[in-house]
């Protein structure tokens, strides 16, 4: 079963869509402009019910099948743009200073409306599909925010389904694992006092840069020993601020960071080492050191049932060999997690070939994907709530 003739008609009307929320960019929750055009496709397509502002300012859609049926499934798209100054000559580039698309959700929320747009059209299964339109996945939890607001109780979502544009895969292929597949991600913040002083007399003060060196470098001692070397886990220390001339020793600085992993136990050992460290190298220099650990996104952990199906629906698109079931997990995050916390589910990568990497200033979402997510959304739907 290749892509859906329907959908193939579509494509260029899909892209256009990407296109016009990629040259307009909004960041975290301040999506207003998408989801206007969202919430208006959807109630054009014919939804049987559109909803605003879940989770602040995301858009669901309703789409009941002509067949009866009980089963709901929820499809999840992301709106939100990032911080980042556009580096591109593209016609459709961003029109907005400091924001773009570097991360293709513009081409997810293009696909999903695509799908909305058949499905409402053709209504060939039973039961219903519920797609969700969702603001700040980068680093704002919006995932969360539609939970908290009632997006399971009030749509009756048994399973959830996600999807996520993959560069360095090529296009017309489909990976996907059971189990872990994205790890949870934590920030560590660490504030350092010591003692400022003149540079030409450091024995009477207490240097936070020599401090904060030692700390950096214990830090990478946790996944190298105390982490068994089977599994997976990041303590990266991404920020470090301190001084402003070359002959003071500063009186504070401050360390940023991230750990992630992909199990509890690693996780819960990473923040107590973390803690250990920064406190006890510290203490030993003489400093005082405070640190802020906030735990962030959980693991993603796609069920097997759900991965089972959504790899049968991918292969019937592409074929056997290019849909890969045992992808490795990768250490990036992904707040869809929040959504198979609440229901079972699942999320797979769809191919943008050879692209610029996510979060890159000339990435680009590859149009001639989308018959292909746009056709798994469809057949997913069809086949999940078959009668």
Known sequence: MPIVNRVAEMHEE?????????????????????????????????????????????????????????KVIGLRADMDALPIQEESDLPYKSKVAGKMHACGHDGHTAMLLGAAKYLAEQRNFA????????????????????????????FGIDAFYGMHNFPGLPVGEFAIRAGPMMASADSIAIEIEGVGGHAARPHIAVDTVLVGAQIVNQLQSIVAR??????????????????????????????????????????????????????GTARLYGAQARLSYRRGYPVLVNEKHETSLAATVAREIVGDSKVDTDFLPIMGAEDFSYMLHARPGTFIFVGNGDTAALHHPAYDFNDEAIPLGTSYWVRLVETALAD
């Not at 982490?227 to 504070?252: E, K, M």
Request: charged share 25%; glycine share 10%; with cysteine.
């Open 14 to 70: 899909i892209a256009a869509w990407r296109r016009q929320i990629h040259a307009h960019p909004e960041i975290l929750y301040d999506v207003e402009q998408t989801a206007a055009l969202v919430a208006g496709k959807l109630k054009e397509f014919g939804c049987d019910d559109v909803v605003t502002s879940m989770g602040r300012t995301g858009v669901v859609g309703v789409i009941r099948g002509r067949k009866p049926g009980a």
């Open 127 to 154: 039961g219903t599909a519920v797609v969700i339109f969702q603001p700040a996945e980068e680093g704002g939890a919006g995932a969360r925010a539609m939970l908290q607001d009632g997006l399971v109780d009030r």
């Open 226 to 279: 105390n982490v068994d070397p089977l599994q997976a886990a990041v303590v990266s220390i991404c920020v470090f601020r301190a001084g402003q001339t070359d002959n003071v020793i500063p009186q504070r600085a401050t360390l940023r960071g991230t750990a992630r992993s992909l199990i509890p136990e690693v996780r819960d050992l990473l923040e107590k080492r973390v803690r250990e460290i920064v406190e």
